[in-house]
């Protein structure tokens, strides 16, 4: 059975940093390409980060998180983490993690086939 489980959400203030973690059981990380998604409150949800399998080494930020959120794999640990730094009120929202069964890192949610409880984040200002 694959479970997904996110942590390290919390509050913290505009300008700030958090980091989340998802760990992985099940299902093997290094070969699928692997994301994180952001959901907030009357909002669909919308991705934020994609790796790509370890054999490819590519990630993806969506543009408004470009140059202040970083993500990495732990592929011996099978865990993904988030660094956000320089956040903003407008990152907050519930973080999901999700794994694909493609090699390749798209925003498309048809493509993420197990999802996260999720974890919140919110940014005060």
């Known amino acids: 059975e694959v479970q997904l489980v996110e942590s390290g959400g919390g509050s913290v203030q505009a300008g700030g940093s958090l980091r989340l973690s998802c760990t992985a059981t099940?299902?093997?990380?290094?070969?699928?390409?692997i994301a994180w998604f952001r959901q907030a409150p009357g909002k669909g949800r919308e991705g934020v980060s994609c790796?790509?399998?370890?054999?490819?080494?590519?990630?993806t930020y969506a543009d408004s998180v470009k140059g202040r959120f970083t993500v990495s794999a732990d592929n011996a640990k099978n865990t993904m983490d988030l660094q956000m730094n320089s956040m903003k009120p407008e990152d907050t929202a519930v973080y999901y993690c999700?794994?694909?069964?493609?090699?390749?890192?798209?925003?498309?949610?048809?493509?993420?086939?197990?999802w996260g409880q999720g974890t919140q984040v919110t940014v005060y200002s």
């Open positions: 999700g794994t694909t069964t493609q090699d390749y890192c798209s925003f498309s949610l048809g493509g993420y086939r197990y």
């Open positions: 099940g299902f093997n990380f290094g070969n699928y390409a």
């Open positions: 790796i790509s399998p370890s054999w490819l080494g590519r990630t």
